[in-house]
């Protein structure tokens, strides 16, 4: 049975579940995404946050005091260390051992060993073994695997680097003869049932359940996307249920962080049995194919299939016709010369030349293929926080009670934040860094602190009390509900009106507009609650006042707060959208604050789906309403990962932005995960590609070098297959005819390899602008039709030089088959190495587009190479002779026709297919 669990599914793998049963579904796998959820695990937690603190400790057989050193022991054997699972790199050597691992190197490989036995082992005694082949195409096979092994080796090592290399501590109170001892432990050393307090600026060590806490608040952002702080409670909450486990207001994630209060805690799940370790746990592994595997696997299916095809019956010909040894080895040739064999050394050149360029612009490539899925990357899944938004909280706006701006709300916000003796959390620093040095300078000198009401969970609010020169006032910033209830009246234009219940019924609707704008609404209520003038001893210097004394209030106004857009993110998204790429939205965040968010990008937020809404869809259903959806919100990690393959299954290639820990498995998912280097340790394991500045502009690069990669890699397999099919019909149809072989085997290899080091230099070929405009899939089925259509072209023109040699200069019997092949070699390897500026292109080629310096050199070198073999002694060696001078006014013709009908080949497949490359 298949199980896609509901938001805790990482918690663990046991046999008992909590999911939802999805067993009927055809198109429903598992892998790292769908992983099961240990219910005694949820279940535990679920009763920690439903009772009370003295059950919950008693539960763990721990107290306040904390654990006794024996206890420890019997523990840390029981559960192991306070460690997560990592995807650890492999040994150089197994690296070096998978960098072998594919189709055209394996092509090679097996071509190489026919050879040994046909040049080496089984060679003429007359003629004595020739390890010529088998050296230069063992070359080819190591000069690539070096290349691909050194490039990714270097990329792990880097990106390991930008993992700080710190101990994490964390303060452990220890039962040492019945005396508390609190001190700096590793994190490691966390065992269920210690007892650990939190401050300020420290990580959640594991999953805990709060038992005190003081004004807590936690940064949930890398579970829940949610910008703003959770506070944290440490009274039971009876609402708590499986699937609302990271809402808990009494427990505490590994991983997150505290960003204001104190707080003390009992440990409830280390290591694996925490959430985040579960999670590491589940996506640690074999990865899914990617985009870049399944096409790479594509085009060679292809060309083995044509191999396949042509080698038997160039072999059955020549058998026929000649002897059946020379027609062996003439098939071997046959393969050899249908194997683009410097497409593993070219494809790697190009993806190290992307990720060399775009280290230089603060991107670090873990996986090479990563380049390629980049740039045939059509959709792009972001998580909204510090990704779209600045991820701070800032003061948007602060109104009075008919929604106008009002700076005294702000005055007295000031105030309140200020003031305040307990440690500032993000809202009071956006309030002050809202109203500026100058206003709270001002704030500071006109009124003095008088005394504190501290913010609890019951209250929902924080009040100050200030002698401003007249009166003491109370001053209350806190949630809209609870603060109206205190309120008598409200302050319009300076005047205080008594608040009815229609107004009531006003200002619900304002809040509720600005909710709906994706604001986080807080009230700024104030009371003249004493004079310190007054000559009653009771209340004059060290006055106290308490949360009794809030009441009979008059409102003041609103404070929106939001975390804003980045001044890039529309910019950057239009870029992107622009270049063919559908930007998603997918974060665990409110609903309310994505669509808000998404509006201002200029992401299309029209239409916003929650995560419970896709639990029941199957992949095929999923990956329908993400093509009409942009915005998705309230989604958990195990919804993420199934978004992103549902896309993936719907036919694109997705990559996937995040750097939290609710964000790794659809890193892993998709094709390319993107992440950054301030991400959490999962989150950079899990992705291919980590940016050193959290930024979608950064993209754009990665985009532009991704396609220019593919661009030039689709330019050497087309280019290549086609001249090589083109060449193999040419033996097909010569081998049929002839009485003797059209082509010396050995000179087929040179040619190839001539050819090939030419090639070489496509990594640093311009591309055109309308190459890189939109993104870039491999295209299995066109290369066929690209290779059947423009392939026998080159045939024609060797049919030509066929006649031409046949009977104008009387190369017709076997004494002269010499003068024959040294004229088709010159034909085959100029036309071959020339076409590739009619190729490249689907401009008018030195006219239109001209190929990069490095290209125009190493084809021009290989023509004149061409030109000058079979005059030279190497040549001769080989089996060629020199050409008479009549044959190359021929020569030119011969390539003039060439390139016109290619042109107009070329055209004609523009206009059917609507792109060349």
């Known amino acids: 049975m298949q199980n896609f669990s509901t938001p805790l599914d990482v918690l663990g793998r046991r046999t008992e579940t909590v999911a939802l049963d999805h067993s009927s579904r055809p198109d429903v796998r598992r892998d790292a995404t769908t992983t099961t959820l240990d219910n005694r695990q949820a279940r535990a937690l679920v009763d920690a946050a439903r009772a009370d603190p003295d059950t919950v400790l008693s539960a763990h057989s721990t107290s306040l005091i904390g654990l006794v050193p024996e206890v420890v022991g019997v523990r840390r054997l029981q559960y192991g260390p306070n460690t997560v699972d990592h995807d650890k790199p492999a040994p150089a050597l197994v690296q070096f051992a998978r960098a072998f691992v594919n189709p055209f190197i394996a092509i090679l490989i097996f071509l190489a060993v026919v050879m040994v036995f046909t040049d ?18 063992s070359v080819m096979v190591l000069v690539s695997a070096v290349l691909r092994f050194w490039q990714e080796y270097r990329s792990g090592r880097a990106a390991a680097k930008l993992k700080a290399m710190v101990t994490a501590t964390t303060a452990i109170t220890r039962n040492r003869n019945g005396i508390p001892v609190t001190g700096e432990l590793p994190m490691d050393d966390l065992v269920p049932g210690d007892i650990v307090s939190l401050a300020a600026g420290d990580m959640i060590p594991a999953d805990v359940r709060f038992v005190t806490v003081n004004d807590l608040q936690i940064n949930q952002a ?23 486990l990271l809402d808990a207001p009494n427990l505490g994630f590994m991983g997150t962080s505290v960003v204001s209060g104190t707080g003390v805690a009992v440990v409830l799940g280390t290591g694996r049995r925490s959430y985040f370790g579960s999670m590491s746990s589940a996506i640690v592994g074999e990865r899914p194919e990617t985009a870049f595997d399944v096409g790479i696997k594509k085009v060679s299916y292809t060309l083995i299939r ?9 072999f059955v010909i020549n058998g026929l016709t000649k002897d059946w040894t020379s027609a062996f080895l003439f098939g071997v040739t046959t393969a050899v010369g249908l194997t683009p064999e410097m497409l593993p050394l070219i494809v790697t050149a190009n993806l190290a030349k992307g990720a060399g360029f775009m280290a230089r612009r603060k ?9 390629q899925n980049v740039g045939a990357m059509d959709v792009l899944a972001t998580d909204k926080t510090g990704t779209l938004t600045e991820d701070r909280i800032v003061l948007e706006r602060h109104l009075d009670v008919d929604g106008h701006d009002s700076d005294t709300t702000l005055w007295y916000a000031t105030i309140n934040s200020h003031f305040q003796t307990g440690l500032r959390n993000l809202l009071d620093e956006a309030v002050l860094a809202s109203a500026g040095p100058l206003v709270t300078a001002r704030v500071a000198r006109d009124n003095v602190l008088v005394d504190e009401i501290p913010f609890d969970f019951d209250r929902r609010r924080m009040s100050v009390v200030v002698d401003d020169g007249l009166s003491h006032v109370i001053v209350t910033k806190g949630a809209v509900e609870e603060l109206l209830d205190r309120c008598v009246a409200e ?10 219940e229609a107004r009531r019924a006003e200002l619900d609707a304002l809040v509720a507009e600005q909710n709906a704008l994706g604001m986080r609404v807080l009230a700024v209520a104030i009371a003249s609650v004493r004079d310190p003038n007054d000559g009653n001893a009771e209340h004059t210097g060290c006055a106290e006042y308490s949360k009794d004394d809030e009441r009979d209030m008059t409102l003041v106004g609103f404070l929106l707060f939001l975390d804003p857009p980045k001044a890039s993110a529309s910019a950057a998204v239009t870029s992107l959208q622009g270049h063919g790429i559908a930007v998603k939205v997918i974060t665990g965040d409110n609903p309310l604050v994505a669509a808000k968010v998404c509006r201002e990008v200029g992401v299309d937020a029209d239409r916003v789906v929650t995560g419970p809404e896709i639990d029941d869809m199957s992949l095929t259903e999923l990956a329908e309403l993400a093509e009409r959806t942009s915005v998705f919100a309230k989604m958990n990690p195990t919804q993420k990962a199934r978004l992103v393959e549902a896309m993936r299954t719907g036919g694109h290639t997705v990559g996937f932005l995040g750097d939290g820990i609710n964000d790794a498995p659809a890193l892993r998912t998709a094709d390319v995960g993107i992440s950054v280097d301030t991400a959490v340790d999962i989150a950079k394991e899990s992705a291919d590609i980590i940016l050193l500045e959290k930024d979608l502009t950064v993209l754009e690069a990665g985009v532009i070098e991704g396609r220019r990669t593919f661009v030039n890699t689709m330019k050497y397999i087309k280019m290549t297959a086609s001249s090589n ?11 049929a005819l002839l009485p003797f072989i059209p082509m010396i085997p050995l000179v087929v290899l040179v040619q190839n390899l001539a050819y090939d080091l ?16 939109r993104p870039r899939t491999w295209q299995t089925g066109r290369l066929g039709k690209f290779m059947v259509l423009i392939g026998p072209l080159s045939s024609i023109f060797d049919l030509t030089t066929f006649a031409l040699m046949w009977f104008v200069f009387a190369a017709n019997s076997p004494e002269h088959a010499a003068l024959f092949q040294s004229g088709w070699f010159i034909e085959s390897i100029i036309s071959q190495t020339l076409i590739v500026h009619m190729l490249r292109t689907g401009r008018v080629p030195f006219v239109g587009s001209r190929a990069s310096l490095p290209v125009l050199l190493a084809t021009g070198a290989v023509c004149v190479f061409g030109l000058v073999l079979p005059f030279s002694g190497f040549g001769q060696g080989l089996g060629l002779v020199p050409l008479p001078w009549s044959y190359f006014p021929w020569l030119v013709t011969t390539l003039v026709g060439y390139c016109l009908v290619t042109q107009a080949a070329k055209r004609a497949f523009m206009r059917r297919y609507g792109e060349w490359i």
Not at 120 to 137: K, L, Q, R, S, W
Not at 491 to 499: F, K, M, Q, Y
């Open 120 to 137: 080496v082992v089984f060679a003429d005694p007359a003629d004595g073994p020739d390890y010529t082949g088998v050296i230069t195409v």
């Open 222 to 244: 890398m579970l829940t996307g949610e910008a703003v702080p959770a506070a944290k409670t440490a009274a039971p909450a009876d609402e708590v249920g499986i699937a609302t």
């Open 306 to 314: 044509f191999m396949l095809i042509m080698v038997p019956v160039v």
């Open 363 to 371: 991107v670090i490539v873990k996986r090479l293929p990563s380049i």
């Open 491 to 500: 302050s319009r234009n300076g005047t205080e009106v008594p608040l009815t």
């Open 725 to 735: 099919f083109g060449n193999v019909f040419s033996i097909l149809v010569a081998s």
């Open 758 to 773: 030419s090639m070489l230099t496509l990594p640093w070929d311009r591309v055109d602008e309308e190459d890189l405009a």
